[in-house]
């Protein structure tokens, strides 16, 4: 080669961008750019004249056998140099020379044009060689959303049979209905950059299916997003099972609540015979002058006082446990005033045991909270009622102590400590079951139902502590609790005291405006029951106190008494048809503030358990609400709210008389579908028992004119109406006021009959209702004129 042609070779060489070598036809370096000089940090003087083969095993960028690929095959490869902190993508391929004097041998710089299609076509099949690995369905798609590979797994979930059957689909070709919420899913990592965990749904064959997904974005070597990358693992069997679990606890929570108002229904009605017991033993005890009968009527009050409290407890245990969170009520309040709250209510049982009672409170502790106040004073009053049941001598101690403060949240422990009996330590655990009893019943060492413990357990558990127990027997127990409370602010401490004092306000207005005009006049009072017979034994229980009384048989009635004239007081049953109790009282109340009227005192009578509707009958306006039926201790409570001067003693006992027929048990139906219709066995009037009740031959006489001339008459124009609409509901429900009016005049036969109509149906069986309607309107025709015959008589 000339000085001219070499001139022009190196100015060639010189300005070219790629990397060029000449080689020899037996591979010895002749010439080199000077790009590769610079790229490779070669010195041309140096490497000129040298083996090619030589440099391929020193650091070389690719190997012989790719180097012979290149120069035999026409193949090319791509290689990646690190120059001045960017990465080179260099394109090799090899060019013989002209009469076969050696090879030109070129590298390319893709790095600005052809560079992202070497690169994407690198990338992916490094992926096609990574997703065979990986569980589940793995795939790649471009910034369209197209998918660009996948693995086998993804291939088989499809019904696909190759890659090519997937590359440059979307998901609008394969699951249509959900490709506008996949592609969002898509754009939302491309746009963001950031890593996707979601859940999502396809349709495939008609069928739905689930799939928990990681979706990620797929960067080039200068971090620019050129597509995702995604994995996903099928979840619709779990899903299908959550769904079954979820509706089996659906189930399992609707039969747990039917079972819980079957429950406190039957408390309901078991009470009212129960009651009835109590108050005609009582009755007796009082009068009877024979010792012996006497303390036979004394056993069977005792007994019913127990049968009573053990039916209370069952209703306070299935309250307890049926409470969740939404049941707890924060408010803000004093919890040293609490403890001695407690106290205070226990200083009568304790000085009637010849006890000590102290309390012990950390002065750390501040004296406003927030939480559930009730649901706290409730485990401690069961705590220290139960340590004072198991200590004969000794004392008990209610203590609070200061554990831990974080921020604006206070830890406490409550202990209640006694020095009595102890606990065996193997009985430890068992002490918090319900009904469970250390010492049994036949011992009769100790009274009570074993419930006080498992209720404490239950509130402690939904307040956020665990309730438990450090006993040595002989010498004594504690039971104990931590909890978390929030300070109260003092904002929240003044609202809470501004509240309690505006209640105090209008208390003491209402206590006022009640006892001022009393002086010189008797207590209007107002007796709202659905039921003739009880609304008669309430309104004779009342008479000794006032000669003003206007009964009503439901609400409506009721407000055009309240409209008509104001009440001192008004007693009203909560179970009212139509309107319930509850929202009478709030529609009173405000009629009264249209109108301007003195607040009169309203109470709520009810069969069920207090702490169900309690809090809603105190909102609705009531100012108190006592179980059903009324007793004399309640009533003289209620009495008291008012000056009354002269106000008559209680002549002789509460006329709140039940029948309890021995040979069934109320609320029981028969197991044999004859035995429904075998009523013949009941008296179908029995004045013994009726009397029983009512006392006296001439208040049976007023009481059966009620029933036979208006009640019974109304009630059976209403059941019969139902009957006739196919109103089952409507029907059983006449059916159990019957039945409440027939047990105070003895008519058992129907009582029975409207029993077994009422119960048949709220067990939900059909197939019997209609022989045993039938039933029901024959008895009671055929009682009423029994009725009829003895008032002629």
């Known amino acids: ?434 009904f469970f009893k250390i010492s049994p019943s036949h011992k009769g060492a100790y009274t009570g139902n074993g419930i006080g413990l498992h209720i404490a357990q239950k509130y402690a558990e939904l307040l956020g502590g665990d309730l438990k127990l450090e006993s040595t027997e002989g010498i004594g127990t504690s039971f104990f609790f931590s909890l978390k409370m929030k300070l109260a602010n003092k904002d929240l401490i003044c609202s809470s005291k501004h509240q309690n004092t505006a209640v105090l306000e209008e208390t003491q207005t209402v206590q006022s405006a009640l006892i001022e005009p009393l002086h010189a006049q008797q207590l209007h009072v107002l007796l709202i029951e659905d039921n003739e017979s009880a609304l008669k034994v309430l309104k004779m229980m009342i008479e000794p106190y006032s000669t003003h009384i206007r009964t009503a048989g439901d609400a409506e009635s009721a407000m055009l008494f309240v409209r008509e004239s104001p009440f001192d007081l008004i007693i009203s049953d909560i179970g009212l048809p139509n309107i319930n109790g509850d929202e009478l009282a709030s529609t009173i109340r405000a009629f009264e503030k249209e109108h301007q009227r003195r607040p009169c005192y309203i109470v709520g009578l009810t069969g069920h358990a207090l702490n169900d509707i309690m809090d809603d009958c105190i909102k609705a306006g009531m100012n108190e609400v006592y179980r059903k039926p009324m007793n004399k201790d309640a009533l003289k409570q209620i009495i008291n709210h008012f000056n009354i001067p002269d106000l008559r003693q209680l002549q002789g006992e509460e006329k709140e008389a039940r029948m309890q027929q021995k040979s069934l048990i109320e609320g029981e139906i028969p197991k044999n579908e004859k035995d429904f219709f075998d009523l013949n066995k009941f008296p179908i009037f029995d004045i013994s028992e009726a009397l029983k009740f009512v006392g006296t031959e001439a208040m049976l006489t007023e009481v059966l004119t009620v029933m036979k001339d208006q009640s019974v008459p109304d009630d059976l124009k209403l059941m019969t109406q139902a009957y006739a609409e196919s109103d089952w509901e409507k029907v059983q429900q006449i059916a159990h006021k019957m039945k409440s009016g027939a047990i105070y005049v003895g008519a058992v036969r129907m009582k029975m009959a409207c029993q077994y109509l009422e119960r048949y149906y709220k067990v939900g069986q059909r197939t019997l209702l209609e022989p045993l309607y039938q039933q029901a309107s024959v008895v009671i025709d055929h009682t009423m004129e029994t009725i009829s015959d003895y008032l002629k008589g």
């Open 1 to 434: 080669m000339n000085t001219s042609q070499n001139v022009y070779l190196e100015s060639l060489l010189k300005n070219l961008k790629d990397v060029v070598i000449f080689l020899s036809s037996d591979g010895i370096i002749e010439e080199l750019s000077p790009i590769a000089e610079e790229y490779y940090s070669w010195n041309i003087t140096n490497i000129k004249g040298t083996q090619f083969s030589t440099l391929l095993s020193e650091g070389s960028p690719f190997s012989f056998s790719d180097f012979v690929a290149i120069r035999d095959n026409g193949a090319s490869i791509v290689t990646i140099i690190n120059h001045k902190n960017l990465k080179i993508y260099l394109s090799w391929s090899v060019v013989p020379l002209a009469n076969s004097l050696g090879w030109l041998l070129i590298g390319r710089d893709v790095s600005d044009s052809d560079k992202h299609d070497v690169v994407h076509h690198t990338l992916y099949s490094q992926l096609e060689k990574i997703s065979a690995c990986v569980p589940g369905n793995f795939y790649w798609k471009n910034t369209d959303a197209e998918y660009l590979g996948c693995n086998d797994t993804l291939l088989k979930t499809l019904g696909l049979t190759s890659i090519k059957d997937i590359i440059g689909k979307t998901d609008k070709d394969l699951w249509p209905e959900q490709a506008q919420t996949l592609k969002q899913n898509d754009q939302q990592v491309i746009q963001t950059g950031k890593t996707l965990f979601l859940e999502e749904k396809v349709t495939m064959n008609g069928q739905d299916r689930y799939f928990t997904v990681i979706k990620m974005p797929l960067l080039d070597d200068r971090g620019n997003t050129i597509g995702i990358l995604g994995n996903s693992l099928e979840i619709t069997e779990l899903k299908n099972t959550q769904a079954a679990l979820q509706i089996a606890i659906e189930n399992a929570e609707a039969a747990n609540r039917v079972k819980t108002e079957f429950i406190a229904n039957m408390g309901h009605d078991i009470r009212t015979p129960l009651t009835g017991i109590i108050g005609f033993s009582n009755h007796l005890k009082n009068h009877i002058k024979d010792i012996q009968f006497k303390e036979c009527a004394k056993q069977i009050h005792d007994s019913g006082e127990q049968l009573l409290g053990l039916l209370n407890s069952v209703l306070d245990m299935i309250t307890a446990d049926n409470l969740n969170e939404n049941s707890l009520i924060s408010e803000v309040f004093d919890v040293h005033r609490l403890i001695n709250d407690v106290l205070e209510l226990e200083v009568p049982a304790v000085q009637e045991h010849h006890l000590a009672i102290k309390t012990q409170i950390d002065e750390r502790i501040p004296h406003y909270l927030i939480g559930d106040r009730m649901k706290l004073h409730r485990i401690l009053l069961n705590l220290v009622g139960n340590a004072i049941k198991f200590t004969p001598k000794g004392q008990i101690e209610i203590s609070a102590t200061f554990i831990e403060q974080e921020h604006e949240t206070i830890t406490i422990q409550f202990k209640v400590s006694d020095t009595g009996i102890g606990i065996p330590l193997h009985l430890h655990a068992k002490v918090f079951e319900s």
